[in-house]
């Protein structure tokens, strides 16, 4: 019960005239341009913006109180951190931790999908860096995908290299974007891609240089806004719809499954391991 007072509270302030940068907003930046109904975000979450759950929690937010304001149209989601868009999911919140925090954890990721994937904004990713798991879900679950073109950077679902298995609506989410077959490989082999090589696989729709990387995500916002809304909103409600319900109906179970596995020894071990790695390529 508080924490549904809390959140109401929270979307009552939003109604009011706003730009989001204060010192409330830890992880994510909102800026809002009344002029033309377009927000955007800016992922500030140094040094990788691992989506952990207070990550999480306040993207979900953020994607409430836009969706709510009725002059915000479109939403360009962003980097500030330099050369990576998002790393994916905090695995520090998967390791060494309760059930129970898994298990709220695994709720927040499952409504920051809800709330990207299943806007009736606009949404584009403008994809200003690497973009592995977690990250290129966020990606993909925009209406279209905007990537600079340095040959370092990569996108891809890679979770079978860390041992954990991508859940239905990862999967379905990617089939929406590269087809079933690519997909299928993509996900087994854990591949990341870089820009050219996710341009043809159309795991992003359009590549352009770093310092156009937002300029051309307008444009093509632009081009987005001439559409009547209600038309295009109910194109892409048919389009996403299935695949949302069907999450919804399976949540809980979903989390439970979730749970299952993230808990097991070998998956910890894996988990320890790859933390590891991490550490020593830092070191």
Same mark, same amino acid.
């Given at each position: 019960?508080? $924490? &549904?007072?809390l959140?109401?509270?929270?979307? *009552?302030l939003? %109604?009011l005239p +706003?730009?989001v940068?204060? %010192?409330r907003? @830890?992880?994510t930046n909102?800026?809002?341009d =009344? /002029?033309t109904g377009?927000?955007v975000?800016?992922?500030?979450s140094p #040094?990788? =913006?691992?989506l ?6 306040e993207f979900?937010?953020n994607?409430? $109180?836009?969706e709510?304001?009725?002059?915000c149209?479109? *939403? ?5 951190v330099?050369r990576i868009?998002s !790393?994916?999911l905090d695995i520090?919140?998967?390791y060494?931790?309760t ?6 954890f +695994?709720?927040? *990721?499952?409504e920051? +999908?809800?709330?990207?994937?299943g806007?009736?904004m606009?949404?584009?990713?403008a994809?200003?860096?690497s973009?592995p798991a977690?990250g290129?879900?966020?990606?993909i ?7 600079t073109d340095? #040959?370092?950077y990569s996108?891809g679902?890679n ?5 954990i298995v991508?859940?239905? +609506? &990862?999967?379905d989410?990617?089939?929406n974007?590269?087809g079933n077959r ?9 591949l990341?891609y870089n #820009? #050219?090589?996710?341009?043809?696989v159309?795991?992003v ?6 310092d $156009?990387?937002?300029?051309t995500?307008? /444009?093509? @916002?632009s081009?987005w806004?001439?559409?009547?809304d209600h !038309?295009r909103?109910i194109?892409k409600?048919?389009m996403?719809?299935?695949?949302i319900d069907q999450l919804?109906? %399976?949540r809980?179970?979903?989390v439970?499954?979730? *749970? ?7 998956? %910890? $071990? ?8 991490l550490?020593q390529k830092k070191g």
């Open positions: 019960i508080f $924490k &549904f007072i959140l109401s509270y929270i979307i *009552v939003c %109604q +706003w730009r940068s204060d %010192q907003r @830890m992880f909102v800026e809002m =009344n /002029s377009v927000a975000i800016k992922m500030n #040094p990788v =913006n691992s952990s759950l207070e990550f999480l929690t979900a937010i994607m409430e $109180k836009l709510m304001d009725r002059g149209r479109g *939403v360009i989601l962003t980097s500030s330099p868009f !790393a994916g520090t919140e998967m060494g931790k059930p129970e925090h898994c298990g709220a +695994w709720r927040a *990721v499952q920051m +999908w809800l709330k990207l994937y806007s009736s606009i949404t584009i990713a994809i200003n860096g973009s977690g290129c879900l966020m990606a679950s925009c209406d279209y995908r905007i990537m340095y #040959p370092k996108i679902l979770e079978t290299k860390l041992g991508a859940p239905f +609506w &990862f999967k989410t990617m089939i974007c590269i690519a997909t299928e490989h993509s996900l087994q082999l854990g990341q #820009p #050219p090589e996710a341009l043809k159309g795991l729709d359009q590549l352009e240089t770093e $156009k990387l937002m300029t995500a307008s /444009s093509v @916002m081009q806004l001439a559409i009547p !038309a909103q194109t409600s048919m996403r719809k299935p695949i919804l109906r %399976q809980e179970a979903d439970q499954n979730f *749970v299952k596995f993230i808990t097991k020894d070998s998956i %910890q $071990k894996s988990l320890q391991m790859y933390m590891e790695m550490k």
